[in-house]
């Protein structure tokens, strides 16, 4: 005979010539030479023994002390120890000793999407359990539309969305529910007269109907810029270039109630547009500088005439009011001697007479 002790937090089992016989729980035993004992520790998984695990099963005192969890395939089990989570089970048999651990056991079914377990959120962020978990983020300022298997299932407003990994295809499709600013740049058009310009243009926009928008359109950005293009291109096409310049919030406008039904369509409500360059291309733009050149130089002219008309009256006027009045004249010879007289640092005057008299006979031109 001999004497085994099993101590707190252990159990033996006895085996006898390689069969199973029973189970010890702390205490003092007697055993025969053909017996040994195998010990396993509380805290720890119970993980093999020399003989099937169906006949341990049969012993009824055994299985007392076991939490005996089944795994399927397309199965998770969440484990938590005195209520912290510890690990994922994936398919197969796992024992746990009962006694000094308090195990709880959370199972998932893999074969839905949808994650119903209680599961507290940050134990998603954990890669033992994020491996099996796909996730999707909806901005504040987002909408999706969810599609599982390619189906439309519903709408998603802004948050955070996690589901299952399986063979479930799963899909969404996201829109930006915010005003946005669609650029219509660099478009090359003939005007009415053969005129070519690059025109810029931008029209603000939101999706109202992120369904449509995304399900019943492909691309509907791309759409949406095309019908402003074609839009745009029909109204350039009326006007002349001088009307095209005049009248550019009056096209934008057009465009814009041109484009608000087709808009719609695609989901979209046009909020509005507008022209915001019109830039003429290398030999138009010469050509318009020497046109404006041109006119300015014609109203130069017009405006140099006007002048010289004007001083040539008042010249007249005055010369009237001289040939009339003597003593204006002589104030008038005294003016213009004195302007002289600033021109000339020195005047020298001999013989008789008057100095205006002599001055006069110097300048004026004899008749």
Not at 157 to 175: H, L, Q, S
Not at 355 to 364: H, N, T
């Amino acid at each position: 005979m001999k004497k085994v002790r099993i101590n707190a937090g252990f159990v033996g089992l006895v085996f006898k010539k390689g069969n199973y016989q029973r189970v010890l729980t702390k205490g003092v035993y007697w055993l025969s030479w053909s017996e040994n004992v195998l010990y396993y520790n509380l805290t720890q998984t119970f993980n093999s023994a020399p003989v099937a695990f169906e006949i341990l099963q049969a012993d009824e005192q055994l299985t007392a002390l076991w939490h005996v969890v089944e795994v399927m395939d397309n199965e998770l089990v969440l484990v938590f120890k005195n209520k912290n989570f510890s690990q994922v089970l994936t398919a197969g048999r796992h024992v746990f000793w009962k006694g000094l651990i308090e195990y709880t056991f959370t199972k998932v079914d893999l074969n839905k999407i949808y994650i119903t377990e209680k599961i507290d959120k940050a134990l998603f962020a954990k890669t033992e359990l994020s491996t099996y978990v796909r996730t999707f983020e909806v901005e504040a300022y987002e909408k999706a539309v969810l599609l599982v298997d390619d189906v439309f299932v519903k709408t998603l407003e802004a948050g955070t969305y996690r589901f299952w990994r399986n063979d479930t295809t799963i899909k969404i499709g996201k829109a930006d529910m915010r005003q946005l600013q669609l650029e219509v740049a660099g478009q090359e058009l003939l005007t009415n007269d053969k005129a070519n310009v690059r025109i810029n243009f931008y029209a603000q926009y939101k999706v109202i109907d992120i369904e449509k928008a995304l399900l019943e359109n492909k691309d509907f950005e791309k759409q949406l810029y095309t019908t402003m293009q074609l839009a745009l291109r029909a109204y350039v096409g009326r006007y002349t270039l001088d009307e095209l310049l005049e009248n550019k919030e009056q096209i934008a406008k057009s465009v814009f109630e041109d484009t608000k039904a087709a808009a719609a369509q695609l989901g979209v409500q046009v909020l509005n547009c507008g022209i915001r360059d019109v830039i003429l291309t290398g030999e138009m733009k010469d050509i318009m500088n020497q046109v404006l050149m041109a006119q300015k130089k014609a109203q130069a002219n017009v405006i140099t005439r006007r002048e010289e008309t004007a001083s040539t009256r008042s010249l007249l006027n005055t010369a009237k009011l001289m040939e009339e009045n003597e003593m204006l004249y002589k104030l008038k010879e005294m003016e213009y001697v004195e302007k002289i007289a600033e021109k000339i640092g020195e005047i020298t005057l001999n013989g008789n007479g008057g100095m205006v008299k002599q001055l006069k006979e110097i300048f004026a031109t004899s008749k």
